[in-house]
């Protein structure tokens, strides 16, 4: 849920001045395979470079991060990490965010991080840490003012273990009323519904919206 919030983080400095101290809200629920998983998130900018977030979504997985952004040149930049936690495996995440606008309604953004997935019964498993390296590169596009739609092309590669190499392709529409804003996303290509997955499903539907204070 952390990508979610960096487009966020894109679009408000790439338009208007970001409000601090005032929490964003966002509710999901994605289904695969009959599996329908609820996520809450929320995101607090607490000064125009700092931002917390916080989510935990209904397979108990919670995950806590926070992220250094700002502009260089034209380009919205933003450092960040993050730690989950589930039931059976601790997930720490580092990273780097970047985007601009190529026009007034197109924006291009990427992303790159590090993945460490570790089990909490690590040694009596005698198991290592699964490492992975992610990549994204997407587009959004504003129809108009009530509206956007964006695109992304997702790399996932195995750094350890069986290092095997995931591609995903995310659409998404996203309706702006006034404080409520509400999105569809469907996902090509092998994913986790949630952080705390051990596997990948194939293809999968997310709907939700975001609350705007």
Wanted: net charge negative; charged share 20%.
């Amino acid at each position: 849920m952390r990508f979610q919030f960096l487009l966020l983080s894109l679009f408000t400095s790439l338009s208007v001045s970001a409000k601090y101290h005032e929490p964003d809200l966002s509710v999901q629920l994605s289904q695969s395979n009959d599996e329908w998983v609820g996520t809450v998130t929320a995101n607090l900018q607490a000064t125009e470079e700092l931002s917390f977030t916080a989510d935990i979504d209904s397979t108990g997985y919670l995950e806590i991060g926070s992220g250094y952004g700002l502009m260089l040149g034209q380009f919205y930049t933003e450092a960040f990490v993050s730690y989950g936690r589930a039931d059976l495996i601790d997930i720490y995440n580092v990273g780097l965010f970047t985007g601009t606008a190529l026009t007034r309604d197109i924006m291009i953004f990427a992303n790159t991080s590090h993945e460490w997935r570790e089990s909490v019964f690590l040694d009596l498993l005698n198991t290592k840490t699964n490492r992975e390296w992610k990549n994204t590169l997407g587009a959004s596009y504003t129809i108009n003012q009530w509206s956007s739609f964006s695109y992304s092309f997702t790399h996932d590669r195995e750094l350890t273990g069986s290092k095997s190499y995931y591609n995903s392709q995310d659409i998404t529409l996203t309706l702006k009323p006034k404080w409520v804003e509400p999105y569809v996303k469907y996902t090509f290509g092998e994913s986790r519904i949630s952080p705390s997955d051990r596997t990948r499903t194939e293809n999968s539907y997310e709907v939700g919206f975001n609350l705007r204070f």
